[in-house]
């Protein structure tokens, strides 16, 4: 069994890495950094789950960026699955 970070897009700019500063249809309002990733565009969070394989975490978080084997053999330690952009 193996525990995975989860690497998904900030929740606060989808991504993007920069936030309006006021509402979007107001002209006066400015694109700047997303406090909540720095500017990066990614979150990450370690589920405490442990799953069978990539596969079955896969399913449990469709939207994810990528997967960081967190808790599992030697080999796979460390490595960062990163999935194929999905639309
Ligand atoms: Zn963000």
Redesign the pocket.
């Given at each position: 069994m193996v525990k995975f970070k989860i690497h998904v897009h900030?929740a606060?700019?989808a991504g993007a890495?920069v936030?309006s500063d006021g509402h979007p249809n107001d002209p006066s309002s400015r694109n700047v950094l997303?406090k909540?990733?720095d500017g990066t565009?990614k979150d990450s969070f370690i589920d405490e789950m442990e799953y069978d394989s990539i596969a079955d975490v896969i399913q449990d978080y469709p939207k994810a960026i990528g997967f960081t084997y967190v808790d599992s053999n030697p080999q796979l330690k460390n490595y960062t699955y990163i999935r194929k952009e999905t639309k």
């Open positions: 900030c606060d700019c890495g936030v997303c909540e990733c565009g």
